[in-house]
């Protein structure tokens, strides 16, 4: 028998006719007529599936107010759009903001207001929240709730920093030393080194990426498309893999990670070797500065790392850059 399409719940009621439910997380259940695959039937489904998200709970909301706009903002296009770890991430800033202001009105919170909460946040954390509550406000604009956007304009001076540490030889070799070859913590390090992708990608590597030598795979985050090619010192520690799990990297019980799972377990390895400083992240961006140092071009590092943005790639690669052409001058100079 025919499965019935996707999203849709089936029981039998009391009289015993069959009822058929369209059921998708943050949205209204709606009752579709006939029978699964029939003229009637997937044409009330498609409607229902065309139709907007309506948040559950949102008819609880005062209009006007944050916690009203936050449920709108969930399903604008500007919001859904967003790669599903970003749309987590906003989510998260957006549902704790609501939390605590969400029955104040909109038009309420001044620019003053938002410089306070972010200096009561850590230097990272005060960007994330900054962009989140920019892109409510940009909503709300847009929705005719408010006529300005108070976050414009807000400059975080303390967010003057490199970013995650970048790792840099002596302390790969440190990791090495005291991760053999045949560990996990050195199969981690090792596909994060050697592909220069983010720790939510590195984890979802499998044999199923791996095609005449490259790894195939969409980023999570952006959605670019990459093939990357299998370097040999990453291909020797991939023949030591037993081939009895698809997934390349995964936990003590042969199960995938979690991108936050993973992040703690990386951070309990570094911290063996006494790298407590360094990072998954880090990682990337020593991936970059290799690549810079072997005299790669920003358009050739991109193709690896995946940055749509070359002046991201530039930051990452400033120090490299900065040495070898300190050195070609020199040579010059002679």
């Known amino acids: 028998m025919r499965r019935p399409p996707k999203y849709v719940q089936a029981f ?6 069959p009822r058929f439910y369209l059921r998708r997380t943050g949205y209204k259940s709606v009752p579709l007529p006939g029978l699964p695959w029939s003229p009637i039937f997937m044409e009330a489904y498609e409607a229902a599936l065309a139709t907007q998200p309506v948040q559950i709970g949102s008819n609880k909301t005062k209009p006007g107010t944050l916690s009203a706009a936050i449920i709108g903002y969930y399903s604008d296009q500007s919001f859904l759009t967003l790669a599903p770890s970003t749309q987590r991430a906003v989510r998260g800033i957006l549902e704790h903001f609501r939390n605590e202001h969400g029955e104040k009105r909109v038009t309420s919170l001044q620019r003053q207001h938002i410089i306070a909460l972010l200096r009561a946040k850590k230097r990272f954390a005060a960007r994330h929240w ?13 929705i005719g709730l408010r006529q300005d956007n108070p976050a414009i304009g807000i400059k975080l001076a303390n967010l003057k920093t490199d970013g995650y540490h970048a790792w840099t030889e002596a302390e790969i070799i440190k990791f090495q030393e005291r991760h053999g070859p045949k560990t996990r913590a050195r199969l981690a390090l090792t596909l994060l080194l050697y592909t220069g992708q983010r720790r939510g990608d590195v984890i979802r590597f499998g044999r199923q ?3 005449d030598s490259f790894i195939h795979f969409r980023q999570q985050k952006t959605g670019i498309e990459l093939a990357i090619p299998i370097h040999p010192a990453l ?12 997934t390349l990297l995964t936990t003590k019980t042969g199960k995938p990670f979690s ?11 570094c911290n063996e070797a006494g790298l407590a400083h360094c990072t998954a992240h880090g990682l990337r961006k020593a991936a970059a500065r290799r690549l810079a140092e072997a005299g790669c071009t920003m358009h050739e ?8 943005s070359l002046s991201e790639v530039q930051r990452y690669t400033r120090a490299a ?5 300190a050195l070609s001058a020199m040579e010059k100079a002679k």
Do not use: C
């Open 12 to 17: 039998v009621d009391r009289t015993g006719k």
């Open 130 to 142: 900054l962009k989140a509550i920019r892109a409510l406000m940009r909503y709300s604009m847009e």
């Open 209 to 211: 990426h791996i095609r």
């Open 235 to 246: 291909a020797a520690i991939i023949a030591e893999i037993p081939a009895d799990n698809l």
């Open 259 to 269: 991108a936050a799972g993973f992040g703690n377990w990386f951070r309990d390895r």
């Open 301 to 308: 590092i991109a193709a690896i790392t995946g940055h749509a």
């Open 321 to 325: 850059d900065q040495k070898r052409l």
